[in-house]
């Protein structure tokens, strides 16, 4: 059955063990037929979720010179800043700015595969115009960093699998990645703030930053269903990964921002990506049959393309790189052109 509202998870109730089995529950339900929900008491202190929605904010305040020294296209590693209209998503491109950053990882060495460019340090606004920009985004990152981790041990165990079964698929220093993101009232884009298109790696946890709405996943029938923002929760997404590696068991929901209407202002969100080894081969993982039993019945009524197709591509890594390439041209153009010339061939 489609989905018609978007379920919340009180996370509080998978810490005590009296309360974790019905928890578990929940999860595995919103799991199988939504894979798109919130959760809430999560562990991170309200003040924190303030203080990077405000800084934030105050980043696209920055002169446009002081972001294009910051812009993405000055690295090979897609981390920075991307003005406005940049990035495309289902081949149209998307009416917002954003700043990407990473959890923190040296330049990778000569002999290191291709697509280890995506592990490379952030490149940072001035310290002088946001000085408490830096501190703040590196201890946000480090504790959601430990909260997509503990989240995955439990939606490992709401499908019947062992608490650590991901834990094979993560590096020692695992990377996990963060958008800043404006979506602007009004210009000549407005409308597709982002574009249909389903997330990557295993798990997303979007922060809300304003009251706007907006924020739409796709049920099964094809219909959209509002995601309005709930003070002090996430909206977790499951990505393509986690439907790659479960055998399609869990699986990846296509989501969308429509812009907000003129004369409301920007909405401003910030999601965070949990990442996977870019070293991963996705046929590595044997799905006992009574977890591949779970699997709901039906096609999906949308036209995201599926990235994971097994015999496709030889490592995680290779097809994420192409799907950056994809939505960032102007980085392929600069970096990457053999792979800016594959993509526009196919």
């Keep these: 059955m489609a989905f018609s509202k978007i379920p919340v998870l009180d996370l509080s109730l998978a810490r005590d063990e009296r309360t974790k089995p019905a928890f578990l529950k929940d999860l595995q339900d919103a799991v199988l037929h939504v894979g798109f929900f919130y959760i809430t008491n999560t562990g991170i202190d309200q003040v924190l979720f303030d203080q990077v929605c405000e800084e934030g904010i105050r980043f696209f305040d920055l002169p446009e010179e002081e972001k294009l020294a910051i812009e993405m296209k000055n690295a090979n590693s897609f981390l920075g800043y991307s003005r406005l209209g940049n990035e495309i998503t289902a081949s149209q491109a998307d009416w917002r700015e954003q700043y990407d950053l990473s959890t923190p990882h040296p330049v990778p060495t000569p002999e290191a595969p291709r697509y280890h460019c995506l592990l490379a340090p952030n490149q940072w606004p001035s310290p002088t115009l946001l000085p408490e920009f830096r501190p703040l985004f590196e201890t946000y990152l480090a504790q959601m960093s430990a909260l997509s981790t503990s989240f995955t041990s439990l939606l490992a165990e709401s ?129 006992p049959e009574n977890v591949r039993k779970l699997k709901q019945a039906g096609e999906r009524r949308d036209d995201v393309e599926f990235t994971f197709v097994k015999g496709r591509w030889n490592h995680l890594g290779e097809a994420t790189l192409m799907n950056r390439v994809r939505s960032h041209p102007d980085v392929g153009e600069r970096w990457f052109p053999d792979l800016l010339a594959q993509n526009k061939a196919a």
Excluded at 170 to 197: C, E, M, N, T
Excluded at 203 to 232: E, F, K, V
Excluded at 253 to 280: C, E, K, M, N, W
Aim: hydrophobic share 35%; glycine share 12%.
């Design 159 to 287: 499908i019947g699998l062992p608490a650590n079964a991901f834990d094979s698929f993560f590096d020692k220093s695992q990377q996990h990645k963060l958008k800043i993101v404006r979506y602007p009232d009004s210009g000549p884009g407005a409308g597709q703030g982002v574009g249909p298109h389903k997330d990557s790696m295993l798990t997303s946890y979007l922060l809300q930053a304003t009251p706007h709405r907006g924020l739409q996943a796709q049920n099964l029938a094809g219909d959209w269903i509002d995601c309005p923002p709930l003070r002090g929760s996430l909206v977790v997404a499951l990505g393509q990964g986690l439907e790659a590696l479960t055998s399609g068991v869990c699986r990846a929901t296509t989501h969308r921002v429509i812009s907000p209407l003129a004369g409301q202002g920007a909405r401003y969100s910030l999601p965070f990506f949990q990442g996977v080894s870019y070293d991963a081969k996705f046929e590595a993982m044997d799905v």
